[in-house]
């Protein structure tokens, strides 16, 4: 049975950070992206990409438990097995870790709202923050989002075989995507499909929009090595030119994508390790 931790405020303030220098929590080296410059910030251009382990040790997540809302530890305590409860706790905690830099608070201190389709955004004191953000997770790996430039969509997918993408692809993207997936010899199909999927869900994460019937209305740039970019979006939305997409590299054998509003923006990508000494709450 999987049980939600608890803590009092006592032990939080005593949590030793030195917990935090194993081996096992130091920056990965599979991870590609680097770890952030000793000083940091998010001008009004700016667009971050965090890319973290989620498969972290006992003491590290229990350090992220502590500053969970009392509702996360619901949703965490919901699942089935340890490994998926452990991962959502792990995902929330380095969200709010880093959400807590950005917003130079305390990382219990966010609270959220929901959209129709579960898209998170900041609540109470911090709602009329222009911060905005998102987060994505695939297996081990997570990546969070973060611009004042206006709402974004991350996400990321662990390459994988898929026996059935050919018809995948057919059932639910569109006739111009499938008439190409179909011409791919099979050692470009994975990461092609791949391709496909997180940049049309970048976006879809991006408006708040279901999957629904938008796959097939989303057209993208898929094959291996071709720059991301939108070909065309749904007859309800604006013109394609208001969203930009990206490829995301974070690690060997995963693909990702994040979509921002199409104005000059910079983008940036880092790693996060609670061994930094930015995250001066842990």
């Known amino acids: 049975m999987v049980e939600a931790f608890t803590f009092r405020s006592e032990e939080i303030a005593s949590w030793p950070f030195n917990e935090f220098n194993s081996p096992q929590f130091m920056v990965s080296d599979d991870i590609l992206w680097p770890p952030p410059p000793a000083r940091w910030s998010l001008a009004g251009t700016d667009v971050h990409v965090w890319a973290a382990h989620l498969d972290q040790p006992l003491d590290a997540l229990a350090r992220f438990a502590s500053i969970l809302s009392e509702d996360e530890l619901e949703r965490a305590a919901r699942f089935r097995f340890e490994k998926h409860h452990n991962r959502f706790i792990a995902g929330r905690g380095i969200l709010r870790s880093l959400l807590a830099a950005y917003l130079e608070c305390a990382p219990d201190e966010p609270r959220f709202v929901y959209g129709p389709n579960g898209k998170p955004a900041l609540a109470g004191k911090f709602a009329q923050s222009a911060l905005r953000f998102n987060l994505a997770h695939s297996e081990e790996l997570a990546l969070v989002a973060i611009t004042r430039l206006g709402e974004l969509g991350v996400d990321i997918e662990k390459i994988r075989p898929l026996s059935d993408a ?33 940049r049309k869900e970048a976006w879809l994460k991006a408006t708040g929009e279901g999957i629904g019937d938008s796959l097939s209305r989303v057209e993208v740039t898929f094959l291996p ?10 007859d309800h939305c604006a013109v394609r030119a208001d969203w930009a997409v990206r490829e995301l590299a974070p690690a060997p054998g995963f693909v990702g994508a994040v979509a921002p509003p199409n104005v000059r923006f910079s983008l940036s990508t880092f790693q996060f390790s609670t061994s930094q000494p930015h995250w001066r709450f842990l």
């Open 166 to 198: 050919g018809e995948l692809v057919e059932r639910f993207f569109s006739a111009r995507e499938n008439a190409l997936f179909q011409t791919l010899p099979a050692d470009q199909r994975n990461v092609a499909f791949f391709n496909l999927w997180t």
């Open 225 to 234: 090595g071709q720059p991301a970019r939108f070909l065309a979006l749904p």
